[in-house]
């Protein structure tokens, strides 16, 4: 007997500006009016599939059992296919596109037990646009799992191991340095980075980061509150991860880093400067 769920767990990069939340919601509910849909994220940055990911990530260990329906798709309707991954042995369905977006959630759940590309028209919304498969494919195939169609009636099977990879940075060590990656910027401007606090073990409670074009001194602390005035902390966030943060203001803003900027962690040393190290050129002094 194939299993019913009754939750849709829902994370997008249409932000709600426009009406595509709202319509998938309700193609959702025409087919399956007793589903609970939530909205995690419609924020995530346009086209941002690592982002994306990420998130969804960051999130799935707290998820309802249930479908979860992921839409960030900058290669709609091209030969990336639609798929449904079920883990935890039918525990959960994924659906959405073919891209890593669902990849980094699948590792964490323990892998995938079965893929299939969605493929049935029957559990598709007939249109001739192949823009919205949001609309058209995903959340149509969320809402048919949910009223106890077998992932296996959505189409063809597909080999987990086909299945597009994950898009996760990894840290790398170099004489004393870890160099790292900020992997997200919360609302608060605090920085999370790939950095697993196992990878500080080494290190003294105070180190310094070096940046794209400065460097800074951070100490590491346990909440926000401890950070003193003026003073940059390193703290295990509420995923587990390291994260640069300063008390009530954003690290982010005050230090420039953005998804992806580039951070090495290395001793602060006797022989290194604390504090802001400014770049100076040198040249001929003018009258």
């Known amino acids: 007997m194939a299993l019913r769920y009754d939750t849709i767990t829902f994370l ?7 009406e595509f ?4 919601h309700s193609v959702i509910r025409s087919i399956a009016p007793e589903v609970t849909v939530v909205d995690l994220s419609h924020g995530i940055d346009p086209y941002d599939v690592r982002g994306g990911g990420l998130a969804l990530a960051r999130a799935v260990e707290y998820l309802c059992p249930g479908v979860v329906l992921a839409v960030v798709d900058p290669a709609v309707g091209t030969s990336r296919r639609p798929i449904a991954v079920e883990v935890g042995d039918g525990a959960s369905v994924l659906v959405g596109p073919d ?18 590309e969605i493929a049935d028209p ?3 919304l007939p249109s001739q646009a192949a823009t919205f498969d949001g609309r ?3 959340g149509p195939a969320a809402a ?11 189409g063809p099977a597909i080999d987990p191991v086909t299945l597009f990879p994950a898009m996760v940075p990894l840290t790398r060590e170099d004489d004393g340095r870890l160099h790292a990656e900020v992997l997200w910027v919360d609302r608060y401007g605090n920085a999370q980075l790939n950095v697993d606090p196992d990878e500080l073990t080494g290190f003294d409670d105070v180190v310094r980061l070096v940046l794209d074009d400065h460097a800074r001194s951070a100490r590491r602390v346990g909440t926000f509150a401890e950070v003193e005035p003026g003073e940059l902390g390193l703290v295990v966030d509420s995923h587990g991860l390291v994260a640069v943060v300063l008390d009530r203001r954003s ?3 005050e230090l420039g880093l953005s998804a992806g900027s580039a951070v090495t962690i290395e001793p602060l040393g006797d022989d290194r400067p604390a504090g802001i ?11």
């Open 277 to 287: 190290v400014t770049p100076v050129d040198l040249g001929p002094r003018r009258p």
């Open 144 to 154: 048919h799992l949910c009223l106890g169609v077998d992932l296996s009636e959505l």
């Open 12 to 18: 997008s990069d249409y932000g709600l500006v426009d």
């Open 251 to 253: 690290a982010a803003a």
């Open 99 to 116: 891209n890593g977006l669902l990849a980094p959630a699948v590792a964490l759940c323990g892998g995938a037990s079965r893929a299939v």
């Open 122 to 124: 029957r559990y598709r």
């Open 136 to 138: 058209d494919v995903f």
């Open 21 to 24: 939340v709202g319509v998938v």
